[in-house]
């Protein structure tokens, strides 16, 4: 290959999700083989950079202001659904069964990868917990021991003083380990329907 041909393809190799032969097949695809979709990739991923950012309330994607959901009014604001990332949220949107709002904190938390509650969403779930009339709390967060563990932090920290609000955890039932992402939209409405009590 060309050392420019290299340096895409090395690109593309660090991106979630691509592997060698994927990397190798997307550069061959935009720089030979169809270059015509080449520059509208560029432009609305030059686009999307420069619009794309965070929902001041929830975390969700938004452009501007609010992300969509915090911007329907039909959304319940008592009901409150903490996910870990932006695909477990729009994976709880496909099954079209949870009205209220979301809590996105942008990961979980992992002393061993360095990952503390200063590098997720916290702060501001703590702030929503106080300003917004919330009256349940669904901890949608992975079962395995990370998982566990933000979630217990969130308890601690957010809901041990806060009598009235009902904390509810969803995630069994669902594989271990694997996160909402890659669960089926029927597996995660009935872990949805099916959410238990935990205690506060
Ligand atoms: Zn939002």
Excluded: W
Excluded at 160 to 181: N, W, Y
């Amino acid at each position: 290959m060309t050392p420019a041909f290299d340096k895409v393809r090395q690109l593309l190799r660090g991106l979630p999700g691509v592997g060698h032969r994927s990397a190798e097949r997307l550069a061959l695809h935009l720089l030979v083989e169809r270059p015509a979709k080449l520059a509208p990739l560029v432009e609305a991923l030059r686009e999307a950079a420069a619009a794309v950012g965070r929902c001041a309330r929830c975390g969700n994607l938004a452009e501007g202001g609010a992300c969509s959901v915090c911007a329907d009014p039909r959304r319940d604001p008592s009901l409150l659904c903490v996910v870990e990332n932006v695909p477990d949220l729009l994976a709880l949107e496909r099954t079209a069964s949870f009205r209220g709002t979301y809590h996105v904190l942008h990961g979980r938390l992992s002393p061993i990868n360095g990952v503390g509650p200063g590098e997720l969403n916290l702060a501001s779930l703590g702030a929503r917990l106080v300003a917004e009339p919330v009256t349940e709390v669904v901890l949608a967060l992975g079962n395995d021991i990370e998982g566990e563990a933000t979630c217990h932090y969130i308890r601690e920290s957010f809901l041990a003083t806060r009598l009235g609000t009902k904390v509810t955890r969803i995630g069994f039932g669902l594989p271990s380990g694997s996160g909402l992402t890659f669960a089926d939209a029927e597996t995660l409405r009935s872990s949805l329907e099916g959410r238990r009590d935990v205690a506060p």
